[in-house]
């Protein structure tokens, strides 16, 4: 036996329940005898599936679905071509299928797989919803492409909200506020570190633009409970939930923030669990790179904190990106299973990258790496996974099995029949329209306007920009010098407001208000 082999065969040989993802080549032959697989346990050691477009990710993506759903473990999906909406329908047998799993003496069997759609327009799935309050000012800032400033305004008003004790559930309520704090309420703005009121002009203009773009009927109640995406079948297989995107490839920003609401959400709600034998769910992020586009610094921080965290929760994440590159590089390293598929290099530029992400491999003893790297066939990849003892195997030049269930997009029939028969997509058929900021504010003016018709004008209030319902202060009013801006924060107070939700959680544990507490991403927790 060769030392290839041996490698192989003892490197693989996971005595505990695997997902099989495909056999090891030798100058371009797969291996029947020798396989690459994934321990299940090893699954919330989270993962990256890259290469150019065309190579196979998506496909790669498809099957380790399929090996976590036959093994009672549901998944999430970030469907951004609708082309995995195939799982719902089995594999079409044809030559190249057949070919392919013959050379490591397989047979192709057809599978379909249960599948839950979801969706942040309600066209193709279950309309998927979160509160403005639960997503935060953080990831709502991403949304509406804030400046800090801005930002930093943003995260007041849903600090004046949290103190005032009026929910923002949905878009009228958040529109509600920044015209009430931009007109009648500016003068509550003063407590606030002197919001300037221009900018929470600027904030309702970017709200009224997103509002228009069909944004707004993602925002607000029922909100999507994580509980309704860890089922399994009747038949025991994993639910795979699919979050169809193909509708909104245009607003890249709402769906990146809205995968990174739902993985915060996880990371506040799931209990820890240390080490399971298998995962809770795991969680395909395709397109990853959006997430670190343009991202500040203090968000990519919290991501990798969210991944690293995650982890002891049961979840598992697995980021789908063409290089390696765009995965921010503290967030790359808690990624210990690896795919990589084919680069195609065109440029000088591609050849860079190539060089980059060959380094950012293991040493092999018996591939070139870089070579294989431009080499590789479409369905290849270089595998390198966590074995259970957390060591990562050595790598391997695999030729990725063939997804039993379909591999291509299909009829809105199949999306409409699957909805019909969803338990799940009655819960969130219909929208609950609570009493929240909006109506408060809404009674509060017209409480307010009242008052006026009834009584003789007041004497004009020395300050213009005092409310007329408003009691005049205690103390004499400071004049416009006294308050200064703060000193300079950190990067991490300014935007995720750290001492905001420590102010927040005191004055709950002070007065019996909720205990509201805004997290790493400005989401509420612990409600
Ligand atoms: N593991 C595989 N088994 C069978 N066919 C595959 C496999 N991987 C890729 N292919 C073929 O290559 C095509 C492109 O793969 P895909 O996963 O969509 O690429 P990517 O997501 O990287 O753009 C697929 O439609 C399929 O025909
Ligand atoms: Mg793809």
Known sequence: ???????????????????????????????????IRVPLRMFNRHGLIAGSTGTGKTRTLQLLAEGLSRNGVPVFLADVKGDLAGMALPGVVNDKLTARMKSVGKDFVPASFPVEFFSLTGARGTQVRATVSSFGPVLLGKILDLTDVQQSVLAMVFKYCDDKQMPLLDFADLRSVLVYLSDEGKAELKQYGGMSGATVGVLVRKMVELEQQGAARFFGEPELEIADLMRTSSDGRGIVNILSLADVQDKPRLYSTFLMWLLGQF????????????????????????LFEDSSSALVE????????????????????????????????????????????????????????????????????????TNMGTGEALVTVLNPKGIPTPVASTQILAPASLMSAVDDSVYLQAIAMSSVAKKYATPIDRESAHEILKRKLDEAAAVEQVEPPPPPP?????????????????????????????????????????????????????????GIFGMLKGR
């Not at 030392?3 to 099989?20: G, H, K, L, R, V």
């Not at 299973?337 to 065109?346: I, T």
């Not at 990067?491 to 420590?502: E, H, L, N, P, T």
């Open 1 to 35: 036996m060769t030392s290839f082999d041996e490698t192989f065969q003892s490197a693989y040989a996971f005595n505990e329940p695997c997902i099989e993802v495909g056999n090891v080549t030798r100058d371009g032959s797969p291996r029947a005898d020798l396989t």
């Open 267 to 290: 990371y506040y709600r799931m209990p820890e669990v240390g080490d399971v034998e298998k995962p809770k769910l795991v969680f395909f992020f395709d397109e990853a790179h959006l």
């Open 302 to 373: 919290h991501i990798e904190q969210v991944a690293r965290l995650i982890r002891s929760k049961g979840i598992g994440v697995f980021f789908i990106t063409q290089t390696p590159k765009d995965v921010d590089e503290d967030v790359l390293a808690q990624l210990g299973n690896r795919v990589q598929h084919a680069v195609r290099a065109f440029t000088a530029k591609d050849a860079k990258n190539i060089r980059a992400t060959a380094s950012t491999f293991p040493e092999s003893e018996f591939y070139e790496v870089d070579k294989l790297l």
């Open 462 to 518: 020395r300050q213009s920009d005092r409310a007329p319902w408003e009691a005049p202060d205690e103390a004499p009013r400071r004049t416009t010098t006294a308050r200064r801006p703060r000193k300079e924060k950190s990067a991490v107070d300014q935007i995720f407001g750290s001492r905001m939700a420590q102010n927040v959680a005191r004055q709950a544990t002070r007065t019996v208000t909720q205990s509201i507490v805004r």
